[in-house]
T-cell receptor, first 114, second 115 residues
Framework: AQSVTQLDSHVSVSEGTPVLLRCNYS??????LFWYVQHPNKGLQLLLK??????LVKGINGFEAEFKKSETSFHLTKPSAHMSDAAEYFC????????????FGAGTRLFVKA | DAGVIQSPRHEVTEMGQEVTLRCKPI?????LFWYRQTMMRGLELLIY????????DSGMPEDRFSAKMPNASFSTLKIQPSEPRDSAVYFC?????????????FGPGTRLLVL
């Protein structure tokens, strides 16, 4: 069975400082992993995804994530936070089981202080 | 491309009424997903279709919920009768073929309030 755990429900950073949103996953197979972002009152938008190619994945808006199989982690980072990054972020796993069902984490709300 | 289109964007109804939510996936996408988002339960997959056929409806909460996909360009999610606990944001998403690793493209959602 596959599952995903986002370790922080809320993260608060100051503008210009680094962002780290943590995600651990569980999967019996080689998973695909995603990060989506949801701005207030909007739908979800893909930030980046890992599909068994390079373990360091670069996404939009300066975000990147590293797939670490030994740690079963897929943490999302950004060197310098911007006010527009304030949103909710979802880590997602899909390993091809259950008819390619995707499992969403509970979400991490990112606050960015001026 | 217009993206995934959902209607209505907002719906307010009274308990016991029938509610129908509509979704038009991105043209050429063969997989369609319905999700429900609430504060308490987060984002839940209700059902998904591949080539218009329901593949997994294990997330549908109860018999009051039903979903159809009569053709590749249209799907509905119906709640009958609606209850206050159904109040949530309902998202529709589509992907090219529903394979592992494919991106899902989300619509803007329908915000449902059942009084």
């Amino acid at each position: 069975a596959q599952s995903v755990t986002q370790l922080d429900s809320h993260v608060s950073v100051s503008e210009g400082t680094p962002v780290l949103l943590r995600c651990n996953y569980s999967s019996s197979y080689s998973p695909s992993l995603f990060w989506y972002v949801q701005h207030p009152n909007k739908g979800l938008q893909l930030l980046l995804k890992y599909t068994s190619a390079a373990t360091l994945v670069k996404g939009i808006n300066g975000f990147e994530a590293e797939f670490k199989k030994s740690e079963t982690s897929f943490h999302l980072t950004k060197p310098s936070a911007h006010m527009s990054d304030a949103a909710e972020y979802f880590c997602v796993v899909s390993d091809g089981t259950g008819g390619f069902k995707t499992i969403f984490g509970a979400g991490t709300r990112l606050f960015v202080k001026a | 491309d217009a993206g995934v289109i959902q209607s209505p964007r907002h719906e307010v109804t009274e308990m016991g009424q029938e509610v129908t939510l509509r979704c038009k996936p991105i043209s050429g996408h063969n997989s369609l997903f319905w999700y429900r988002q609430t504060m308490m339960r987060g984002l839940e997959l209700l059902i998904y279709f591949n080539n218009n056929v329901p593949i997994d409806d294990s997330g549908m909460p109860e018999d009051r919920f039903s979903a159809k996909m009569p053709n590749a360009s249209f799907s509905t999610l119906k709640i009958q009768p609606s209850e206050p606990r159904d109040s949530a944001v309902y998202f529709c998403a589509s992907s090219l073929a529903g394979r592992k690793g494919e991106t899902q493209y989300f619509g803007p959602g329908t915000r449902l309030l059942v009084l």
